[in-house]
């Protein structure tokens, strides 16, 4: 059955039914006659005309339109619980919100369709009319672990805020902003995710040139401050050695590294940290606020003993609760990636048949993190988050 059904026609017109149905009857018309004088249904005046003997000619023309079967209160009651158990991560399926509106017709002892009482849950076209009703879309939701879906919670985050609050009373130049910084990493690959492209209507497979099926890994350390600028990142290669030229083409100042796996650990977060020191003149007498996840690699000995040394205040977030509370998380990794990946889609686009690794990689990087790492968008995500202001 389409999803977007129309009717076939405009809703009849009660005084051209009217004559219709006089057609037949007083005239002696046959349907079809009646039906190609007046441009109405054959079998809409065949029901009228019955209707019309057997109740003397006392019937009322106007068109009846079929009953939404719930009434508004309660289809208020359904848009409220489909929507908090979205915002919960427990979405219902079409099938659930079926269910839930014939149980809730039949708690109420609402008279329903056949249909709805053999197969107990309401019908297609009722939930695809419910749906255009009210604010409510069908959409693909993000895997959520039980974990972070636990953890987020008020204990958690006002621990976090209150510990927040308490640095910023201790520290008062901090409250400004100009000297809160937020940490983290991420991870890319020689193969993006392929953009979405034109092609011809009814094809049934359409490919984007990658460079191979799986590509090599590596890590890029982001720092941004809530000023609305961003230190130049840190880049781990999963080699033995690093090359120079490896990072030829990123941001001005880029730290690069090498390891046999490209994973952050803690001997590689302490260069990191004496980079973040350098570039932000953090000391005792002018400290900072360096705002992380709670990786081992960011609590390993050495680097709380240099955080120490340098007047890094060092504030961990809460488990599992990054995407909603770090800055880079939630408003600037996202274009981060998304001209990323459009910088090596135009690169295989520029070079056909030319591979893409490592090597290519800082290059990406770079056009990535200046359209990505605006003021704008790191100054929202600060905001958004509620660290400053």
């Known amino acids: ?183 983290d990493e991420t991870g890319i690959t020689t193969v993006a995710t392929p953009p979405k492209v034109i092609s011809a209507k009814g094809q049934r497979q359409v490919a984007q040139v990658q460079a191979a099926e799986r590509g090599q890994l590596v890590t890029v350390c982001s720092i941004i401050s809530a000023a609305g600028t961003a230190l130049p990142p840190a880049m781990i290669f999963p080699r033995k050695n690093f090359v120079q030229r490896m990072i030829a ?38 400290p900072t606020l360096l705002i992380l996840d709670n990786h081992r690699s960011h609590l390993a000995p050495e680097v709380l003993q240099l955080a120490k040394q340098h007047g890094v205040v060092l504030l961990t977030l809460p488990p599992h609760c990054t995407h909603k509370l770090q800055p880079l998380d939630v408003g600037v990794f996202g274009p981060f990636m998304t001209y990323y990946n459009q910088a090596i889609s135009n690169f295989h686009m520029n070079h056909p048949g030319q591979r893409v690794d490592i090597y290519n990689l800082a290059e990406f990087v770079g056009q990535a993190h200046q359209k990505s790492m605006t003021p704008k968008n790191i100054q929202s995500s600060f905001q958004k988050v509620g660290i400053v202001p």
């Open 1 to 183: 059955m389409p999803r977007n059904k129309k009717p076939s026609r405009e809703p009849n017109c009660p005084d051209k039914l009217k004559v219709a149905v006089e057609l037949v009857v007083k005239d002696n018309f046959t349907l079809r006659k009646a039906s190609e004088r007046t441009g109405i249904a054959f079998q809409t005046i065949a029901r009228y005309v019955d209707k019309y003997r057997k109740k003397d000619g006392d019937i009322d023309y106007e068109p009846v339109f079929k009953s939404t079967i719930l009434d508004d209160r309660m289809e208020q009651e359904m848009v409220q619980y489909i929507t908090k158990c979205s915002k919960m991560n427990y979405g219902l399926t079409l099938s659930d919100a079926r269910k839930l509106a014939f149980d809730l017709a039949e708690a109420n002892s609402v008279k329903m369709p056949p249909n709805w009482v053999r197969e107990k849950m309401a019908g297609r076209d009722w939930i695809s009319s419910f749906m255009k009703r009210h604010p409510l879309s069908l959409r693909k939701p993000e895997g959520c672990s039980l974990a972070r879906n636990t953890a987020f919670n008020r204990e958690n985050v006002g621990r976090f805020y209150q510990n927040l609050k308490e640095v910023y009373e201790k520290y008062a130049a901090f409250s400004d902003g100009t000297r809160v910084y937020n940490l």
């Open 249 to 286: 083409g990123a941001p001005p100042g880029t730290l690069g590294l090498a390891a046999q796996s490209p994973w952050m650990t803690g001997e590689l977060f302490v260069q990191v940290l004496h980079h973040f020191v350098n570039f932000s003149g953090s000391t005792k007498d002018n």
